[in-house]
C-alpha cells in the first residue's frame, strides 16, 4: 500500500513528461476497461439466463450516469489500444525507442482524432433519446443495481487472501520476507509478456469492430427500439428470432437475434464474441495481476493473492459469458424481456414508419389484459413492488387503474386499436 501511495503521490508532485503520464494513463484506461468489461459479461449472461434482469440492466445503461460513463468508457478503450500499439511496436523495434516521447503524443493525437467524430455520431444518439423525454430508472434504482457487483468484487478479494493465507501457512511462509525475481526472469513470465502483445494486437479490430456496432453505428438507446433493423444481421426467416428486426422492442430479442444469425450454419457473431471474450478476460486479468503484484512485491502472501484474485476473475468471465454464448435465446426469454419492460414502467418505443410486430400486438394484449384482470379481482401483479418511481403521473395513472377496477370498468378491450394505444406509452 505504501508504494501504491508513494506512486500517487510522486506522480502528482513529480508532473513528469510524457512517458510518466502514458504509463499512467495506461494503467487507469485498462482498470477502468476492465471494470466494465466485468459488469458487462455478467448482464449479458443475463439475457439467456434472467431475461428479465437484463432487460433492467439495459435500462440503467440508458440513465444519465451511464451515458456519461460510455463515453468515458469509449475513450479509454481508444486509447488503451492505441497506446498499447505504441508498446508493441517499440518492444519490437528497439532502435525506435529514441522516438518514445513524439510517439506517445502521436497516441495522444491519434486518441483525439479519433474520439472527434465518434462523439459526435454517439452524441446524435444521445439527442434523439433524451429528446423524445423517456421513462428512465431513478438513480436510486441504478445505484442500488451495482451493488451486487461491489460484494461480488469484494468477495473475489476476500477469498483470494484467505486461500493465500492457508496457501502460507502450509508452506510455511510468514509473508514478511521480500520476494526476488531471477535474473534471466521465468519462463512463464516471457510467455505472458509475449501474450500481452499478442493478444493486444488481435483484439484491436476485435473490439474497435464491437464499439463501432454496439455504440456507434447502434448505440445502446437502439436496443430497446420495437421494429428496429438489427445491426450486422440479415434475415434468414419470419420468425420472431430471425428476421432481423427486433419486432418486440426489447435488448434479449436484439442479442438473440445476433446470436441467432448463421452464416453458412456457423453462428459468426457467437465465434466472435467468444474470442473477444477470451481475448479481452485473459489480456485484462494478467494486466490487473501486473498491476497488483508490482504494489505487493514486499509481501508474498498479498502477492499470491494478487495472482489468485486476477485467475479467479478470469476464469468466471470466460465460464460464465462462454455458458450464454453456448446457450438459446428463444421466443419465451423475449416474452419474459417484454413483461419485464411493462412491470418497470418503461414505454414500448418503436421505429418510425414502422407497422408494430404481431408479436408485440399479441403480447401486449395478454400482458396488459393479464395485468388488468389480476387488479380487478385485488391480485398483487409485482408491478408496484418491482417499478422504480419514474414519476408523479405514473403513480397517478396506477390509482386511476385500480379506482376504475373498484367499479367494475376495468376490462380487457376488444379492439385492437385500443391495444396498440395502450402500448404505446409516450410516443
Known amino acids: 500500500m505504501s508504494s501504491l501511495v508513494l506512486t500517487l503521490r510522486e506522480t502528482l508532485r513529480y508532473r513528469g513528461a510524457i512517458g510518466q503520464w502514458s504509463w499512467v494513463l495506461h494503467r487507469l484506461s485498462g482498470l477502468g476497461v476492465l471494470l466494465f468489461f466485468v459488469i458487462h459479461i455478467i448482464d449479458t449472461s443475463w439475457a439467456l439466463f434472467y431475461p428479465g434482469l437484463y432487460e433492467k440492466a439495459i435500462a440503467i445503461y440508458q440513465t444519465p450516469l451511464f451515458t456519461v460513463g460510455e463515453f468515458l468508457l ?79 468484487i469484494v468477495l473475489a478479494f476476500v477469498v483470494s487472501i484467505i486461500l493465500s493465507s492457508l496457501v502460507g501457512l502450509f508452506s510455511g511462509d510468514s509473508g514478511a520476507q521480500k520476494t526476488t525475481a531471477s535474473k534471466g526472469g521465468s519462463r512463464s513470465e516471457r510467455f505472458w509478456w509475449s501474450y500481452m502483445r499478442i493478444s493486444g494486437l488481435l483484439i484491436v479490430p476485435l473490439v474497435f469492430g464491437h464499439l463501432a456496432m454496439m455504440h456507434v453505428v447502434q448505440g445502446v438507446f437502439d436496443l430497446t427500439v420495437a421494429g428496429k433493423s438489427v445491426v450486422g444481421v440479415a434475415a434468414t426467416s419470419d420468425a420472431l428470432l430471425g428476421n432481423a428486426i427486433n419486432d418486440t422492442g426489447t435488448a434479449v430479442e436484439f442479442v438473440g437475434e445476433r446470436w441467432n444469425y448463421l452464416v453458412a450454419s456457423v453462428a459468426v457473431w457467437r465465434f466472435y464474441d467468444f474470442a473477444l471474450l477470451v481475448l479481452a478476460s485473459i489480456h485484462g486479468f494478467n494486466g490487473l495481476r501486473y498491476v497488483l503484484t508490482d504494489y505487493t512485491m514486499s509481501n508474498p502472501m498479498l502477492r499470491r493473492a494478487s495472482i489468485y484474485v486476477s485467475i479467479i476473475g478470469g476464469a468466471i468471465m470466460i465460464v460464465v459469458g462462454g455458458g450464454a454464448l453456448i446457450g438459446t435465446i428463444d421466443n419465451s426469454a423475449v416474452r419474459i424481456a417484454l413483461e419485464s419492460r411493462v412491470d418497470l414502467g418503461l414505454e414500448i418505443r418503436e421505429a418510425e414508419g414502422v407497422e408494430r410486430s404481431p408479436f408485440l400486438e399479441e403480447w401486449l394484449n395478454e400482458i396488459e389484459g393479464g395485468q388488468e384482470a389480476a387488479t380487478g379481482t385485488g391480485l398483487d401483479t409485482g408491478a408496484d413492488t418491482e417499478s422504480p418511481a419514474v414519476g408523479d403521473d405514473a403513480d397517478a395513472d396506477d390509482n386511476a387503474e385500480a379506482s376504475d377496477a373498484e367499479d367494475g370498468d376495468t376490462a380487457v378491450s376488444d379492439d385492437p386499436d385500443d391495444s396498440a394505444e395502450s402500448g404505446d406509452g409516450d410516443e
Open 74 to 152: 469509449v475513450a479509454a478503450v481508444v486509447y488503451h489500444a492505441y497506446n498499447g500499439l505504441r508498446i508493441v511496436i517499440l518492444d519490437y523495434k528497439p532502435q525506435w525507442w529514441r522516438f518514445q516521447e513524439r510517439a506517445a503524443w502521436w497516441v495522444l493525437g491519434l486518441t483525439a482524432l479519433t474520439l472527434i467524430p465518434v462523439f459526435l455520431l454517439m452524441f446524435a444518439h444521445v439527442l434523439d433519446y433524451y429528446n423524445a423525454n423517456p421513462t428512465m430508472l431513478s438513480l436510486g434504482v441504478v445505484l442500488e443495481s451495482q451493488i451486487p457487483f461491489v460484494v461480488g
